[in-house]
């Protein structure tokens, strides 16, 4: 298997032209399962698995968890600022420098269950929004340019699948 295949194993996002409700509804009824999905992998792994990288130079899979928890928590409040302000501008973190902080060194259980909570609030705040609310935006500096809440929803469908195949990757990276 190639480098760019284990980094990126179902592809890079792509956002479609026109977001459609079709679209939009597949991506949230995705964000409202995707706890189940990673606890359910995360229960089938063994203590060893956890510290296995899906590629060489990649994460761990510990650091994959913990990253996700840290994502999702972060969308989270980017998605809130979204429909509380007008075109707020986010502050970007360094995933990397992040991942080599000490919480990163604890059990991923705990980050586990942050997904839980966090897609369980998320959860309801995609069944209150209205349309119009999924066409507000924030401003992300790193991209230099705004960023739709339906996209948002579209991006992070794509970033639970995508970590979800690194988190199955290490059994074929020797």
């Known amino acids: 298997m190639d480098i760019e295949h284990l980094k ?5 996002f792509v956002r479609p032209e026109v977001i459609s409700d ?3 509804q597949q991506a ?3 964000l409202n399962e ?4 990673l606890n359910r992998t995360h229960q089938s792994f063994d203590s060893q698995y956890f510290n296995k990288k899906y590629r060489p130079g990649g994460w761990t899979v510990a ?4 990253h996700l928890a840290d994502s999702h928590m972060n969308a989270l409040i980017r998605f809130k600022m979204a429909l509380t302000e007008n075109n707020p501008i986010i502050k970007p973190y360094d995933e990397a ?3 080599k902080l000490a919480d990163y060194s604890l059990g991923t259980s705990i980050s586990v269950k942050m997904i839980e909570g966090i897609h369980k609030k998320w959860g309801e705040i995609l069944k209150n929004m209205s349309f119009p609310d999924f066409e507000k935006c924030y401003f992300h500096p790193d991209l230099k340019q705004m960023v739709s809440l339906k996209e948002v ?5 794509w970033h639970g699948k995508h970590h979800l195949a690194h988190l ?3 059994q074929l990276y020797k």
């Open 63 to 66: 650091q994959v968890i913990h």
């Open 97 to 99: 420098q992040w991942a």
């Open 22 to 24: 079709q679209h939009l």
């Open 153 to 157: 929803c579209l991006l992070y469908e």
């Open 28 to 30: 949230i009824e995705y």
């Open 34 to 37: 995707y706890p189940d999905l």
């Open 168 to 170: 199955r990757l290490p």
């Open 8 to 12: 990126y194993p179902i592809g890079k």
